[in-house]
DNA sequence: CGCAAACTTGATATCTTTCAACGCGGGTGG
DNA sequence: CCACCCGCGTTGAAAGATATCAAGTTTGCG
C-alpha cells in the first residue's frame, strides 16, 4: 500500500527521467522538480490550454498525457505542427514573446506544472536548453517531413520520432507505446487526410513495419526505418 | 564621388536596418555591428558554407545575399527549411549544440561576418531575442504552409512573407523585390516540383496575384494576399 | 554566335482527396 | 438488460492535384 501511495505521489516521473537524461540533474534539481510538480493542475481531452495569440504560455512542464501546438486556416483546416509528451516543456517564452505561436491543446488528460527556475550553469538550465534544441530539431523535421516524403514515409518517420522520444522518458516499452492519438489527429499532424492516413496505416501494417491497434504502437524494426529514412540518431549528441 | 565611396564602405546597412526595426539601438550597438562588418567574409553563390552534421555554425550576421538551411535525403531530395536574408542572423548556436541542424549554402554571392555580442539588457541583445523568435515563427509558418496549402497557396504564401522581411530590412521597393532564387530552389523549399512550381507561377500571374519576370517579384495586391492565406500582420509585436 | 542553364510545354502516371456509405464498439437511457 | 446512438475506423469509386518524363524554347553570358 505504501508503495502505491509513493507512486502516485510522483507525478513528476516521467519528467525527471527526461530531463535526467539530457543532463545530470542535483538534488536541489530534482526537489525544484518536485515542489513544482506538487502544484499541477489538470485538464480533460481536447481542452484548450493556451490560444494562438492571446498571452503567452508560461515555460511549462507536461507531468503526464501530451499536447499538440496547432494552427487553424481561415477555412478550418488544422496543422498540427508538434506534440508536447509527459516529461517535456512547452510554452517556454522568449523575453519579448508576446503572444504564443500556435494554440495548444490536450490530446489527453493531461497534468502539468509551471517549469521551476533553472538557475544559470546548474543541470537543469542545461537540461532546459537541450530541450529547446531538440524542440527546434523538431520542427526542421517536421518540414522535411511535410515537404519531401510521401504518405507512407510520413507516418513511419512521425512514429520513429515519438518512440525515441517516448524511449527517453521511459514511456515506452522496448518498441511500443501508448497511442493516445486519434487517427484524425495523426492525419492533422502528417498533412494528411485522415482516409489516406487510415489506406496508408493499413499498407505498413501489411508490409510489416508497424502495428497499431488498441491505442498501442509498435515498430517491428525502428533501426530499419531509421536507415531507410535518413534519420540520424542523436543528432543532438545527448548523453 | 564621396557619397559613393561611403555607400559601398557601408555593407552593414542592411543589418542596420534589420536590427534597428527589431529594437532600439545604441551608438555603442552600431559601433559593434560596423566592426563586425568590417571583417567580412565572401562567398560565391552555391558554396556551402556549413554542413549538417559538421562542427557548428558561429552566431553570423548575413550582410548581403540568401543563405538556404536545406536537408538532403538519402535519395537525394532535398528540403529547404528556409532563408535567411540580408541583414538577418542565422546559426545562432545554443550553448549544448555541437552541430548544425541543416546544411547552409549562399544562393547567391554573400557576405557575412561573426555577429557581434550583445551586452545584456542592450537593444543589440534584444533584437537578437526577436530575431530568434521570428525565426521560430518562420519554422511554424512552413509546417503550415508545406502540410495544408496547396500549390497556389504555398507560392503566395512564402513570398509575402520574404516580402514582409525584405521590407523590415529596407530591401524591398513598395511591392517588388529582386529574387535571386531559381524556380528549382524555390519549389525545394516549397515542396514542389519544379515543374508544377512553373506551371503554379503561371496560374498565378494571369489570375493577377503576382508578375515575376527577370528575377524581380511583384505581389499585387499583399493585404488580401495576406487575408485569404489567414496571414497575421505582426504576430510579432514588433514595432 | 553559341553554349549552358533556366524556363516552358505536353502527355501520362501516380498519389491524394473527396464524398458517401457501412461496421464496430462502448456508453447511455429507457 | 437491451436498444439506440455516436465517435471512430474502414471501404469503394471517382475526381483532383501533383509528379514524371521527354522534348522544346528562351535567356544570359563568354
Not at 517516448?166 to 499532424?189: H, I, K, V, Y
Amino acid at each position: 500500500m505504501l508503495s502505491r501511495t509513493y507512486a502516485i505521489a510522483q507525478p513528476e516521473q516521467a519528467a525527471v527521467r527526461r530531463l535526467g537524461s539530457l543532463a545530470r540533474l542535483t538534488e536541489t534539481d530534482l526537489r525544484k522538480i518536485a515542489d513544482a510538480a506538487a502544484d499541477a493542475r489538470y485538464f480533460p481531452a481536447r481542452t484548450e490550454i493556451v490560444r494562438e495569440g492571446a498571452e503567452p504560455a508560461r515555460p511549462t512542464l507536461l507531468l503526464r498525457g501530451w499536447v499538440a501546438h496547432q494552427r487553424i486556416l481561415p477555412d478550418g483546416r488544422r496543422q498540427i505542427v508538434g506534440f508536447t509528451l509527459a516529461g517535456e516543456l512547452f510554452g517556454r517564452s522568449w523575453s519579448c514573446q508576446d503572444c504564443a505561436l500556435t494554440s495548444q491543446v490536450a490530446l489527453d488528460n493531461v497534468g502539468l506544472c509551471t517549469a521551476p527556475e533553472a538557475e544559470p550553469g546548474s543541470g537543469l538550465s542545461l537540461a532546459y536548453e537541450k530541450e529547446r534544441l531538440a524542440h527546434r530539431l523538431q520542427l526542421i523535421d517536421n518540414v522535411t517531413r511535410l515537404g519531401r516524403m510521401d504518405a507512407r514515409e510520413r507516418v513511419c518517420d512521425l512514429l520513429l520520432e515519438l518512440l525515441e522520444r517516448l524511449q527517453r522518458s521511459g514511456e515506452a516499452e522496448g518498441n511500443t507505446f501508448a497511442m493516445p492519438l486519434t487517427q484524425e489527429c495523426f492525419a492533422d499532424a502528417l498533412g494528411l487526410t485522415p482516409v489516406h492516413l487510415n489506406r496508408t496505416l493499413q499498407a505498413c501494417r501489411r508490409s510489416g513495419d508497424l502495428s497499431w491497434r488498441g491505442g498501442r504502437v509498435t515498430l517491428h524494426d525502428p533501426a530499419a526505418l531509421a536507415r531507410n529514412l535518413g534519420r540520424k540518431r542523436n543528432r543532438l549528441q545527448l548523453p
